[in-house]
């Protein structure tokens, strides 16, 4: 203990520095993976063993503060001895990234006796330009120190500049649009918008930059990239015209919006976009109940089709037959207390011709809700798994032909599906179990279809069928 243990490890340390230093040396050793890794991990593990046994307290403190002559930059060192015996500070110094050459700020040799501190402040002077690097340790300060014979290193470093916490994120994160015609020449044909939102601590403020990558043929229209952010917002819609034209290859593309703040990339994000066929007949009117990730609304308003969200109220008392289809998104009967009285009513819409898509729902659905029995499940399945009973069945072959093995394509692994038995009812997709993920219930003049699918899932990966299988639901 004391002095004595101090001395013992401080002479290890320097063994073991010496090994450090002959293992780099030999070839051998230095290309073996992780060994140099392991050294280093060992000698800073044992230098911090030996300070605290030392008794040495070292904090170097950077402090960068404006002037009217421009940045000025000040340490603040702090040297104290707790343990046995004197140490000695032998230099400071200022190591600029930028040079190869060290500064020194104090030569002078000083002994801390024990139990005291030695404190001092240096300025350094450093152009503005030197404070935007991205370095690691941008600024680096150093101190010479010694406990008796052993030589010893300590630095206190900052990055001069650090990412502020925001994000960008397109809303949603895909988008399909309609083919389009074919052209002798490049003529744009298409113009749409695309969302996005800026997330920031309230305490940010500042100009932002926004920056878009677009694939082959899609251009972008005119939109604020230079933004102000305003102190206390938390968040900014960003809306993107952009248009596209036969240039457009087919296939899912990727679209890239990166965000710059003090000419710095700090955050970006990249959703995916994919020509596809959703056409709804332009007389369909659809009323749909949200599902809880929002995604069929999203994905609605990319199909064109003339689509009105219904609250509780309206599903209570307002006239349904003004709605060819009615869409329940899943888990979207927790937020509407009137559907668990809608068994009536939905029956009368769907045999006067209306048609009720119903999406895969969770186990705690209420019973007797519906004009058919229904009773959802989940099961762990792969696209392997699935049987196609009725392969000619118009759910998928009109308007577009659906390929099973592109619906399941992206369903290599056993995931959970929302299955369920439903009666009556044509089953199309079943599981080995004998639990229908798709199916057709037919009352009077219209029908209960079933889709246990994760088909906005699906959609929102832009699988091509399952957007063919979406429009074929919408104009069965």
Same mark, same amino acid.
């Given at each position: 203990?004391?002095?004595?243990?101090?001395?013992?490890?401080?002479?290890?340390?320097?063994?073991?520095?010496?090994?450090?230093?002959?293992?780099?040396?030999?070839?051998?050793?230095?290309?073996?993976?992780? @060994?140099?890794?392991?050294?280093?991990?060992?000698?800073?593990?044992?230098?911090?063993?030996?300070?605290?046994?030392?008794?040495?307290?070292?904090?170097?403190?950077?402090?960068?503060?404006?002037?009217?002559?421009?940045?000025?930059?000040? %340490?603040?060192?702090?040297?104290?001895?707790?343990? +046995?015996?004197?140490?000695?500070?032998?230099?400071?110094?200022?190591?600029?990234?930028?040079?190869?050459?060290?500064?020194?700020?104090?030569?002078?040799?000083?002994?801390?006796?024990?139990? *005291?501190?030695?404190?001092?402040?240096?300025?350094?002077?450093?152009?503005?330009?030197?404070?935007?690097?991205?370095?690691?340790?941008?600024?680096? /300060?150093?101190?010479?120190?010694? %406990?008796?014979?052993?030589?010893?290193?300590?630095?206190?470093?900052?990055?001069?500049?650090?990412?502020?916490?925001?994000?960008?994120? @397109?809303?949603?994160?895909?988008? %399909?649009?309609?083919?389009?015609?074919?052209?002798?020449?490049?003529?744009?044909?298409?113009?749409?918008?695309?969302?996005?939102?800026?997330?920031?601590?309230?305490? %940010?403020?500042?100009? $932002?930059?926004?920056?878009?990558?677009?694939?082959?043929?899609?251009?972008?229209?005119?939109?604020?990239? &230079?933004?102000?952010?305003?102190?206390?917002?938390?968040?900014?819609?960003?809306?993107?015209?952009?248009?596209?034209?036969?240039? /457009?290859?087919?296939?899912? *593309?990727?679209?890239?919006?990166?965000?710059?703040?003090?000419?710095?990339? $700090?955050?970006?994000?990249?959703?995916?976009?994919?020509?596809?066929?959703?056409?709804?007949?332009?007389?369909?009117?659809? !009323?749909?109940?949200?599902?809880?990730?929002?995604?069929?609304?999203?994905?609605?308003?990319?199909?064109?089709?003339?689509?009105? +969200?219904?609250?509780?109220?309206?599903?209570?008392?307002?006239?349904?037959?003004?709605?060819?289809?009615?869409?329940?998104?899943?888990?979207?009967?927790?937020?509407?207390?009137?559907?668990?009285?809608?068994?009536?009513?939905?029956?009368?819409?769907?045999?006067?011709?209306?048609?009720?898509?119903?999406?895969?729902?969770?186990?705690?659905? +209420?019973?007797?809700?519906?004009?058919? !029995?229904?009773?959802?499940?989940?099961?762990?399945?792969?696209?392997?798994?699935?049987?196609?009973?009725?392969?000619?069945?118009?759910?998928?072959?009109?308007?577009?032909? $659906?390929?099973?093995?592109?619906? /399941?394509?992206?369903?290599?692994?056993?995931?959970?599906?929302?299955?369920?038995?439903?009666? +009556?009812?044509?089953?199309?997709?079943?599981?080995?179990?004998?639990?229908?993920?798709?199916? $057709?219930?037919?009352?009077?003049?219209?029908?209960?279809?079933?889709?246990?699918?994760?088909?906005? &899932?699906?959609?929102? *990966?832009?699988?091509?069928?399952?957007?063919?299988?979406?429009?074929?639901?919408?104009?069965?």
């Amino acid at each position: 203990y004391g002095r004595k243990r101090a001395d013992h490890l401080l002479t290890g340390l320097q063994e073991l520095r010496t090994l450090q230093q002959q293992a780099r040396a030999e070839a051998r050793l230095a290309e073996t993976p992780g @060994f140099s890794q392991y050294l280093d991990e060992q000698v800073n593990k044992l230098q911090r063993l030996a300070l605290d046994e030392i008794g040495l307290k070292w904090d170097g403190k950077i402090i960068v503060r404006e002037s009217p002559d421009g940045p000025r930059v000040k %340490f603040v060192a702090t040297l104290a001895s707790d343990g +046995p015996t004197e140490i000695e500070l032998n230099e400071i110094r200022f190591e600029p990234y930028w040079d190869t050459v060290r500064i020194i700020l104090d030569a002078e040799p000083k002994r801390i006796q024990p139990h *005291q501190t030695f404190v001092r402040e240096y300025l350094v002077e450093i152009d503005r330009s030197r404070l935007e690097a991205q370095k690691p340790e941008s600024l680096l /300060f150093s101190a010479s120190l010694a %406990f008796g014979k052993m030589p010893f290193n300590v630095s206190s470093s900052i990055p001069i500049w650090q990412a502020p916490d925001l994000k960008v994120a @397109f809303v949603p994160g895909f988008y %399909f649009i309609p083919p389009i015609p074919a052209l002798n020449v490049d003529k744009v044909v298409d113009s749409r918008v695309w969302k996005a939102i800026i997330t920031k601590p309230p305490h %940010f403020y500042g100009s $932002v930059r926004l920056q878009l990558e677009t694939p082959r043929g899609m251009f972008a229209g005119a939109y604020l990239t &230079e933004r102000p952010m305003d102190k206390g917002k938390i968040s900014e819609i960003v809306r993107i015209p952009f248009t596209v034209s036969n240039l /457009f290859e087919l296939g899912v *593309q990727p679209v890239t919006l990166a965000l710059y703040a003090d000419g710095k990339r $700090v955050t970006a994000d990249t959703a995916i976009i994919r020509v596809a066929s959703c056409q709804v007949d332009d007389l369909i009117k659809i !009323g749909f109940l949200p599902d809880t990730t929002g995604l069929l609304e999203d994905i609605l308003r990319m199909t064109g089709a003339g689509f009105q +969200p219904i609250t509780d109220r309206s599903l209570a008392t307002a006239d349904l037959d003004m709605y060819n289809v009615i869409v329940i998104g899943s888990g979207s009967f927790r937020d509407y207390p009137s559907l668990r009285n809608m068994k009536d009513r939905l029956t009368d819409y769907v045999r006067h011709g209306g048609s009720l898509v119903l999406l895969g729902q969770p186990t705690d659905w +209420p019973e007797s809700l519906l004009p058919v !029995g229904f009773v959802p499940g989940e099961e762990r399945i792969s696209g392997s798994d699935i049987l196609n009973r009725i392969p000619g069945a118009n759910l998928l072959t009109k308007p577009y032909a $659906v390929s099973d093995n592109g619906l /399941f394509d992206a369903m290599t692994r056993k995931q959970t599906v929302s299955s369920a038995v439903v009666s +009556p009812a044509e089953n199309v997709y079943v599981t080995p179990s004998g639990s229908t993920l798709l199916s $057709v219930s037919r009352l009077g003049d219209g029908q209960v279809i079933y889709c246990g699918l994760p088909l906005l &899932e699906m959609v929102a *990966q832009l699988n091509i069928e399952a957007i063919h299988l979406l429009a074929n639901l919408l104009n069965y």
